[in-house]
């Protein structure tokens, strides 16, 4: 962040509270409480705790509290007959408050009198009873460190394992690669969501969703949900709030890389106190290219992202949705005004990126009118455009030694039925895409040459059927799905046959013993099924689906309403598993860098596993404290051809602990902390003769997975909120502190022709290990200004 930055913001709130603008200002909290069949429940009581503020629904289910002295409070709602729901940790402020809206689950069979302190509050899904992890609005707004990217706060959940070099938003959990994740926002699937990313993979430095428009993020690492297709390590799953439909409001945020612009409000309201159609929309600016420029870094990032949501209630039972969200990146390099050795590596290798994504959909939800069900329907389409290019010389952007020049585009109908009767629950429905891949490359270290375009149609079907039996101490969830498409040989719906179960039994009031197992398929990525060789040969489209099967068993306790501890066991068994031709390793070893994954001759016969136990407690706010700690004990191998000899996977860390927590003082200051912790990790070391005749690529030498590890990687962040309350807007100041313990980052050698002082490379050529500083100590500062 510049100087002048700061002295504006320091400025600004001088002058704020020396001219006493910081009155005695109050707020009011809104929403709506429904049933699972999205029915209003006419007289819930939604009330404040720890207070005497409180209101009843209306016959639309809606609330509203009045006269609320801006803070942080938990928001409960109770009505007979139905499960006690807390939302924790709400950020009430004079401007910028959301909508905070209750879907409530029947208690029992026989209605009974509510008892607010009881009941587990801190619930899971029936369909998904473990390995589960739901964060809301507000806690991803203040996680430290991660400059309220909502990937990086879902890279501190437990079992996720932190990228190699410790600043890209890959999803490694735990032990799987980064491309065994899938995405949906608001139920639409979202390849993409990082800037940069790795083409065959989802991982980058920079998550693309907009905080903003989030209610919460759920990140499932297994007992996947039947509607989700092509999962194998983990889901992740973006719900969107509405826009507001009372007034215009939005927020301004500037933090140390980006200013981001979010509006919203209703549309097309005609005196009434509410609107039918609201929108959310934002921008959002990266100036990192000019504070790098200005630092003397060779590399200049440079991104924007755009991001909306338009929903309109067509009437009481049907609603209508369109999202969007899409990036525009441009990564490229320039020469330091003076030599350095670690720079001048750094500009020799460094790739250059233009990218291109966007996702838009529109989604139709409709209520039955008998009120036992709904259904959802959702078309989308999502397209990347990637040029990815290496060059022999950077400087003048001459001599292509590598270039990927790809467009995937994928259009998608998804179907979803949901049925409640006799106590059961049922879903089911389909999807049906059409992909469309082009590619152009360039690869003369591998002598690789090809221009390659395939379309073809890929489907799938589930259904998934939920009970609770024994007055509600005993859920059970079994579904399947299947799926097929028009381009790979091997496969059909019956051969990807995935079943599923999951269990969870309250043997005693505060205790529940979860279990899952299931079977999961995933498609390779376009960049493996659309490579050819030199002789223009579709090579692998003989391919088999990636197969993975789960199994996992866990008990929790709940220590009160707002605090548990869970321990649970898990192993993953991988099947037909993509193999490099080239370098005889399993693809899981790769796509956690800027490469593009799987643009190679391949062989799905790869086997591997991953297996060990996840220890975890929760405390969400109660007395101004909330956090979520976390140990991963566990062990990640793959094979090669030789399928009887298990490596450990660069991802083998063995050891992982997290924890993120807070505190709320008075006067709407907060402190809060995350920690990482990872044991040594195996690394591939270079192949430096073959680095040599090919620089600036350095080659790895895969042969030696295993033979060298990373040292641990350990990180404290730390950030510091505090919050103003105006009548026409909200101000929030926070600062941050990443690496606070001025920790080395560990990341692998990194390698440059030996120069001499001058920057002239020493005869005969020769590389030698760059040594660059990782354990520095970042500060940062940003503002919120909602109005």
């Given amino acids: ?85 807390t939302k924790y940790n709400i950020i009430v402020r004079s401007k910028g408050t959301p909508a905070y809206n209750f879907v409530l689950e029947v208690e029992t069979e026989k209605l009974r009198e509510v008892v607010v302190s009881n009941g587990n509050t801190i619930s899971r899904p029936k369909e998904t009873p473990l390995s589960t992890q739901t964060l809301s609005a507000v806690e991803i707004a203040t996680y430290p460190g991660s400059n309220n990217d909502v990937v990086q706060v879902a890279q501190t959940l437990p079992g996720v394992s932190p990228s190699i070099g410790g600043f890209r938003n890959d999803l490694i959990i735990r032990g799987g690669a980064p491309n065994e994740s899938v995405y949906y926002l608001d139920g639409m ?128 039972y049907n609603n209508l949705s369109l999202l969007g969200v899409g990036s525009i990146d441009d990564f490229s390099a320039a020469p330091p005004e003076e030599f350095d050795p670690e720079s001048e590596a750094q500009l020799e290798q460094a790739p250059f990126i233009k990218q291109r994504t966007n996702t838009i959909g529109i989604s139709w939800r409709k209520r039955f009118k008998k009120g036992n069900g709904f259904m959802m329907t959702t078309l989308s389409n999502n397209t990347l455009i990637n040029d990815f290019t290496r060059y022999d010389d950077p400087i003048t952007e001459t001599g292509v030694i590598f270039n990927n020049d790809a467009t995937e585009s994928e259009t998608k109908l998804r179907y979803e039925y949901t049925q409640f009767f006799s106590g059961w629950k049922l879903s089911s429905g389909f999807n049906v895409q059409y992909a469309d891949y082009k590619n152009n490359t360039l690869d003369l270290t591998n002598s690789a040459v090809f221009n390659t375009a395939i379309d073809f149609m890929k489907y799938g079907l589930f259904a998934n059927l939920t009970r609770s039996f024994f007055n509600n101490t005993l859920d059970i969830s079994f579904g399947f799905r299947m799926d097929d498409d028009g381009f790979t040989q091997n496969e059909s719906l019956l051969s990807t046959f995935s079943p599923r179960l999951s269990a969870s039994y309250e043997f005693t009031t505060d205790w529940r013993l979860n279990g899952s197992i299931g079977r999961y398929y995933k498609i390779p990525p376009y960049t493996i099924l ?234 005969p050529e020769s590389l030698v290990v760059i040594e660059n500083e990782s354990g520095q100590i970042i500060p940062s500062i940003g503002i919120v200004i909602d109005f």
């Fill in 1 to 85: 962040m510049s100087f002048n930055l700061e002295k504006l913001i320091l400025f600004t709130i001088i002058a704020l509270v020396s001219e006493g603008l910081y009155s005695q200002v109050t707020a009011t909290v809104y929403g709506k409480v429904l049933n699972e069949v999205e029915e209003p429940l006419f007289g819930a009581s939604v009330f404040l705790e720890g207070t005497q503020l409180g209101a009843q629904t209306d016959f639309d289910g809606a609330y509203e509290i009045k006269g609320i002295p801006p803070g942080s409070y938990n928001l409960i709602v109770t009505y007979l007959g139905y499960k006690s729901q």
């Fill in 189 to 316: 699937e979202i390849p993409n969501i990082n800037h940069f990313s790795t083409q065959g993979s989802a991982g980058g430095p920079v998550g693309l969703i907009n905080v903003s428009f989030i209610d919460n993020v759920t990140l499932s690492s297994s007992a996947f949900n039947a509607r989700y297709d092509n999962p194998l390590s983990g889901v992740l799953q973006f719900e969107q709030r509405n826009g507001n439909n009372r007034n215009f409001a939005g927020n301004f945020r500037v933090s140390a890389s980006e200013a981001a612009l979010t509006l919203e409000g209703p549309l097309f309201k005609k005196g009434e106190t509410t609107s039918k159609t609201t929108f959310l929309a934002s921008v959002r600016r990266s100036y990192l290219k000019f504070l790098f420029e200005t630092i003397g870094l060779p590399f200049r990032p440079d991104y924007w992202d755009y991001q909306f949501k338009v929903d309109h209630q067509l009437d009481a």
């Fill in 530 to 763: 659309g490579f050819r060789n030199n002789a223009d040969e579709l090579v692998n489209q003989n391919v088999d689906y990636t197969r993975t099967d789960h199994f996992v068993l866990g008990i929790q306790h709940y220590f009160s309403p707002s605090s548990s501890i869970s321990l649970e066991g898990f192993y993953k068994a991988y099947d037909d598993y993509p193999v490099s031709v080239r370098d005889s390793v399993s693809l899981a070893n790769k796509g956690g860098g800027f490469e593009v994954l799987g643009s190679e001759p391949i062989e799905t016969v790869g086997k591997g596993r991953s297996y060990g136990m996840e220890l975890q407690f929760q405390q969400k706010l109660s007395k101004n404290f909330y956090g979520i700690f976390a140990y991963t004990y566990f062990f990640s191998e793959f094979t090669g051809f030789d399928r009887e000899i298990y490596r450990p996977s660069v991802w083998d860390s063995r050891h992982l602990v997290s924890f993120t927590g807070g505190y709320k003082f008075p006067k709407n200051w907060e402190l809060s902390a995350r920690y990482r912790f990872a044991g040594e990790t195996p690394y591939v070391p270079a192949d430096l003769d073959a680095s040599l005749e090919n620089y600036p690529v350095i080659v790895l030498d895969y042969s030696r997975l295993g033979e060298e590890k990373l040292p641990i990687f350990s990180q404290l962040d730390v950030r510091i909120d505090k919050k103003w309350n105006f009548k026409k807007f909200a101000f929030d100041l926070f600062i941050e502190v990443q690496n606070l313990l001025g920790q080395n980052i560990p990341s692998p050698p990194e390698y440059g022709l030996n120069r001499d002082t001058s920057g002239n490379i020493i005869q």
